[in-house]
């Protein structure tokens, strides 16, 4: 497509977060009446993209041009040319009503300020009915579903005479027949002329849509091709193959101890609810995509956020896990995936954050032995290679990297030590080097005899390290690989498609296997 | 509607910004014969001085930042109040203000806990009123019950401390609301058991609290930093004050190892209400005469004690140390500001204006460390 | 077809206005059984009248409660305004602008500071103004204990006169309320101000100019609290400086017995008009069952305490 169609394109987008690239030399065309789809996996940045488009961000280097015209974005800026976004956080005001909502900021009205609340009315109810939204405009959003409140989004788009719209992967908070219902009104909009960018990492749903998909890799387009010109493998191919260097191969685990099981864990409604077994000396892999419930299943076995029905066993003895204090005593550890929010207090220093998890055990009769926490700290430090090999400076001044390791230092020096550790993406936002001291320190923790759970949207990592893997989508368990099975393209497979396609395909014969 | 009872009742109801004690009640110096200065343009030089620095405290760690400042700042004051107001530094005006700091440092204390967990008490001068009140009450009764009464004022304390924590962690009201109804609430039974007009009068046996001592050094004071000590190495070495500190600066790292993050709030609360018990019990044995309104100012004190001393609204950031030394500032201001104006109310300005330039500064120069 | 489902969905989201209105009904009605006084108009008329101090202190309150702030200062600003206007009144009609103007601008004053110490230095908004109440509760004292000044003739004749047998107090907050409920429901301020109290960053990305509206907000909150002060002045003739020390708690009772959520976000300006009437009415009430009079701080502590306990605060998600 060239730049003269083209409502609105990228040219040669720079864009890095500190020393991390999160976008190199990238160009993009969003036409008229297209549904342009963008792809790639976690962290190939997407979402920085897309707030380049929006004018949230500003890239380094590279244009965005707009109907051919050089435009230096912001977010009112996008909006005067027509470019709208349908964000998966919440960019409604739950305690307004729709109509509110809708014409935010954009209000409508006579002199004086008075609002023109027929107009405002009659235009919101027309963009509702225009993408056949049946949602009474005086409903509180809050009371509304996810899919209700996009399509509110989308209303508010178009009252703002968008011609261009961006959908930040609907899909990773819709399913079934929501989505579905999304899809419909996307394609009402192309066929109105609307310019689409869909984003996602959900392939089947591009070739439902899409009329052409780029594929971004490590910040990079690797392919931007009609979607009649590519195949699933094709696809699937150009998203995957990121190396992660050689790694000695761990031997297998012997697997003769069950440390944890797992049985019928409710997680949500209408969910299965999942059963699995961990052994001890084990690396149990948990893939899936982002919203596939692995966050979740990993809360519930913390007791963070309890699960609604089912056991977990301990050696053999069920655990009650209705709060952290329970998994805890049981031996059990969740390495959070927000080590902002929810591992680190930052403004503490390395040592305080470092003892927080062992205060009992560092206090006599209310005390802590300063020097019971400094020995405990200086060890974490020098274990976990913690740099600058210092215990009392802030840990917010940490890199990234080093942070994560006081994280695993502080649930993992505690004593007793777990039997049961789960990382929830361990390495990510980590540079290489420290993501190598991650792993080295998973390999010690089997060989100690622990059984880990490693959650990661890496997929190379997840196979290097790796002995088994579940595939959970949309809540549920859909395939469990063992080490011999590995192969990303299997494992995004599962993710992606789920299970019954899998099922779909090999009873038509595994041409796919 | 009766107009004029109403405004009867709401001089009696002043319960937040009650007039302080006007001369001759509450034993004071003569003041020196210096001239009265602007307490708002010696806060805009302090605060040049603050800014100008500024650069060089941030780069200091933040051992030496938390009690450097206050330290620091409080040896300037301390110097600048020898040359303009020489008549501090007489004995028996040293005496008055170590009486009042054995009050200010007390409730201070409590404050600080209440807002290293992000919160904010406004109801600890009601619970000093509400100790004062007690103590008369009972002795007007019985005049053998002091202890028993004493014992009834920290159970008072702790009561609307349990109240106002328990509001604010389960029932997620914004803490000042609960604790200014709790005021209310308090103040409003004073009213109904003294019926407007307090009886009774203080023991003289609880007197010498404040009025003996050791030297000029009155017990009251030995017992507020006694108290102090204990507040400062629990907090710095204790594990409750390990989960205070975490639980203010992030509830849920601390509600992920394990910490009860409501325990641990409404136990502040608790703390904060049985320190303000204990400086109404002081601040009666100091005055000696009943004021149902007498505690109303100590909210914004502690407060502003705090704040100068260095401790954080946002929860979990400040020591105990600092807001004692805090404390102290504040009261060399008032002191110096009372004993060289002649109206007393300059007070109540002078507090607001400290608190405010305070808590601006340390804004400020926060914002311009975190990039 | 749209208008399906209409009465539902206004009763759910006014369901904490009706309560408050309902509560009001319900006092009214009591007190009219419990006491024969009150069954004359002229006593209705008259607790309608002594609302309206309180009534416009709680508006006052509200814009900036539903925006997602609170302003602690509004009863000292209320005391001020009213010294000062009493002050350069001295009893001469002549004098009246001059005063009004004068006490409005000491409103305008603060408002702007308590805003710009919210929005520019980002101080946490309950801190600032509650600096901001010592700093002019101190001023007020300072300037006198006792009360000051009087009021001129024509303008304390306003609490008795009428128009066509309508007291010209009770015109004055129907037009009060009036303005207040078209600019936070009729006008694009208002919803903006419901936005930013809700869901800020939302807000934000929706084009809404956030700091410029919370800075509204504490302005427009304290000349409305200087007028409540002007309007007290037709009642106490003169400037009293402990005249806005309950005010404070009266205020944020009423806004929370309106339904006004202390997060922001949500509320009524008939709530609130509900609110303030129910306080009246409150009073009324325990002086026709003579009730002592010490009683109602205790009552109107209790009643705050049970509805922030019942009612939820937080928006949920």
């Known amino acids: 497509m060239n730049v003269e169609r083209a409502l609105v394109s990228a040219r040669g987008i720079y864009k890095h977060y500190g020393g991390i690239r999160a976008l190199a030399d990238v160009s993009l065309d969003i036409g008229s009446a297209e549904i342009h789809a963008l792809v790639g996996e976690n962290g190939a940045g997407k979402s920085t993209l897309v707030k380049i488009m929006t004018g949230a961000e500003k890239q380094d280097a590279g244009q965005v041009m707009v109907d051919g015209r050089e435009a230096q974005l912001t977010p009112e800026k996008a909006r005067e040319l027509g470019i709208g976004a349908v964000y998966q956080e919440p960019s409604l005001i739950p305690a307004m009503t729709v109509l509110e909502n809708v014409f935010l900021g954009w209000e409508q009205r006579f002199g004086l300020g008075l609002l023109d609340h027929r107009r405002m009315r009659r235009e919101a109810a027309a963009a509702l009915d225009n993408i056949g939204a049946r949602i009474h405009l005086e409903t509180e959003v809050a009371t509304l579903s996810v899919a209700d409140r996009q399509l509110v989004e989308i209303a508010r788009a178009l009252v703002q005479q968008a011609r261009v719209l961006i959908f930040d992967e609907p899909s990773a908070v819709l399913s079934g027949v929501e989505l579905e219902r999304i899809f419909n009104v996307i394609k009402e909009l192309r066929s109105h002329g609307l310019g689409i960018l869909y984003i996602s990492h959900r392939l089947a749903e591009i070739f439902e849509l899409a009329d052409r998909a780029t594929v971004l890799k490590d910040g990079r387009v690797v392919a931007s091709r009609p979607v009649n010109e590519l195949t699933m493998e094709d696809l699937i191919h150009l998203m995957v193959g990121r190396e992660i260097g050689a790694r000695h191969l761990r031997p297998e685990a012997a697997r003769d101890r069950i440390v944890l099981e797992v049985d019928k864990l409710a997680l949500g409604q209408d969910r299965e609810p999942i059963s ?238 | 509607m009766k107009p004029l009872d109403r405004t009867e009742a709401r001089s009696q109801l002043s319960t937040f910004a009650a007039p302080p004690n006007q001369g001759g009640r509450e034993p004071r110096n003569v003041s020196g014969s210096s001239s ?74 409590g404050q600080v806990l209440v807002l290293l967990v992000s919160g904010i008490d406004l109801s600890v001068g009601a619970v000093m009123n509400a100790a004062l009140i007690t103590i008369a009450l009972m002795n007007h009764y019985n ?8 014992v009834l004022c920290i159970l008072i304390g702790a009561g609307v401390g349990v109240t106002n924590g328990l509001l604010v962690s389960l029932r997620d009201v914004p803490p000042f609301a609960a604790t200014l109804g709790m005021t209310a609430c308090v103040q409003g039974a004073i009213l109904v058991y003294t019926k407007g007009i307090p009886a009774g009068n203080i023991p ?168 | ?95 009246i602008p001059l005063a009004v103007a004068a006490a409005l601008g000491v409103g305008l004053v603060v408002g702007v500071i308590n805003g710009l110490l919210v929005t520019w230095v980002k101080i946490t908004p309950f801190v600032a103004t509650f600096g901001m109440l010592y700093v002019l ?117 009423a806004v929370v017995i309106g339904g006004v959520s202390l997060f922001g976000g949500q509320g009524s300006v008939i709530g609130v008009l509900g609110g303030s009437l129910v306080l009246a009415f409150l009073g009324q009430f325990f002086d026709s069952v003579q009730v002592n009079a010490f009683f109602q701080q205790l009552i109107e502590g209790l009643i705050i305490l049970a509805l922030l306990g019942i009612y939820r605060q937080r928006v949920k998600r």
């Not at chain 2, 010696?42 to 930042?65: D, F, K, M, N, Q």
């Not at chain 3, 509560?23 to 309206?52: D, M, N, Y």
């Not at chain 3, 129907?174 to 303005?179: E, K, R, S």
């Not at chain 3, 504490?218 to 609290?225: E, G, R």
């Open chain 2, 204 to 371: 003289t046996a609880l007197r010498p609290i404040a009025l003996d001592g050791i030297g000029i050094v009155p017990y009251s004071l030995l017992i507020c930093l006694a108290i102090g000590l204990v507040v400062i190495v629990f907090l710095s070495r204790g594990s409750y004050g390990r989960t205070i500190y975490a639980v203010g600066r992030s509830a849920e790292v601390a509600r992920r190892v394990g910490i009860s993050t409501t325990a641990v709030r409404v136990s502040a609360y608790t703390l904060c209400g049985v320190f303000a018990a204990l400086a109404g019990i002081i601040l009666s044995a100091y005055v000696g005469y009943v004021d149902p309104a007498i505690g109303g100012t100590y909210n914004l004190q502690s407060i502003a004690a705090a704040v100068v001393g260095g401790v954080s609204f946002i929860g979990g950031e400040g020591k105990p140390a600092g807001a004692l030394i805090g404390a102290l500032f504040l009261l060399t201001v008032l002191n110096v500001t009372t004993l060289s104006s002649l109206n007393p109310f300059t007070q109540l300005i002078v507090q607001g204006v400290v608190m405010l330039v305070a808590v601006s500064l340390f804004h400020l120069i926060k914002r311009g460390s975190f990039a």
């Open chain 3, 137 to 253: 509760q101190g001023v007020a004292y300072s300037y006198s204990v006792n009360p000051v000044g009087q009021a001129a003739p024509t303008f304390y004749n306003l609490y008795e006169d009428s128009i066509a047998g309508v007291p010209v107090l009770l015109l004055v907050m129907v037009g009060f309320w009036g303005i207040c409920w078209y600019v936070a429901t009729q006008t694009a301020f208002g919803k903006h101000l419901y936005a930013v109290g809700g869901e800020s960053g939302a807000a934000r990305l929706a084009g809404v100019r956030t700091t410029r509206v919370s800075f509204a907000s504490y302005v427009i909150c304290s000349v409305v609290a200087a007028a409540a002060g002007l309007l007290e002045l037709t009642q106490t003739y003169v400037g009293t400086p402990d005249l806005g020390a309950t005010l404070l708690l009266t205020t944020i009772t």
């Open chain 2, 143 to 150: 005049e053998n019950l002091l202890l028993v009464s004493l």
């Open chain 1, 276 to 513: 699995f077994e961990l052994h001890a000396g084990e690396v149990l892999g948990l893939a899936g995509l982002v919203g596939s419930g692995r966050t979740r299943l990993a809360n519930a076995l913390g007791g963070i956020r309890p699960a609604r029905a089912g056991v977990v066993f301990r050696n053999g003895r069920p655990v009650r896990l209705k709060r952290p204090s329970d998994a805890m005593r049981a031996g059990i550890v969740v390495i959070p995936e927000d080590r902002k929010r929810e591992g680190l207090i930052l403004g503490h220093s390395v040592r305080e954050n470092l003892a927080l998890a062992s205060l009992k055990e560092l206090s006599t009769i209310g005390m802590v032995s300063a020097k019971a926490e400094r020995r405990l700290a200086s060890e974490a430090v020098k274990v976990f290679a913690v740099r600058p090999p210092a215990i009392d400076v802030a840990t917010g001044t940490l890199s990234g990297g080093n942070q994560q390791k006081v994280v695993l230092g502080k649930w993992l020096v505690r004593k007793p030590s777990a039997e049961v550790v789960v990382l929830d993406e361990p390495t990510r936002g980590v540079d290489v080097g420290a993501k190598y001291e991650i792993y080295n320190l998973i390999d010690a923790l089997v060989a100690r005899g622990s059984g880990v759970v490693l959650i990661s949207s890496e997929l190379p990592e997840v196979i290097a390290m790796s002995d088994r893997v579940l595939v959970m989508s949309a809540g549920n368990i859909v395939g469990e690989l063992k080490r011999g099975e590995l192969s990303e393209e299997r494992i995004l497979r599962l993710a992606v498609l789920g299970r019954e396609h899998e099922l779909a395909a090999s009873e038509g014969g595994g041409d796919a296997a």
């Open chain 2, 36 to 109: 009265p200065r602007n307490p708002v343009r010696t806060a805009g030089v302090v605060r040049l001085a603050y800014e100008s620095v500024a650069s060089t405290l941030l780069r200091l760690p933040p051992t030496v930042r938390g009690y450097g400042l206050p330290i620091g700042t409080s040896l300037l004051v301390a110097a600048v109040v020898a040359v303009v107001e020489p008549g501090f530094y007489r004995p028996a005006n040293l005496h008055v203000v170590m009486q009042q700091y054995a009050v200010l440092g007390l409730v201070t204390l």
């Open chain 3, 1 to 95: 077809m749209r208008s399906v489902g209409w009465p539902n969905h206004w009763v759910k989201r006014q369901a904490r206005t009706l309560l408050a209105w309902s509560l009001l009904i319900f006092l009214f009605l009591l007190t009219t059984v419990l006491s024969e006084t009150f069954r004359s108009p002229a006593v209705v008329t008259e607790t309608f009248k002594g609302a309206t101090f309180v009534g416009m202190a709680a508006a006052a309150e509200f814009f900036v409660v539903v925006a997602g702030g609170i302003d602690l200062s509004i009863g000292s600003v209320a005391t001020i305004s009213g010294m000062a206007a009493a002050v350069l009144m001295n009893g001469r009609d002549q004098n």
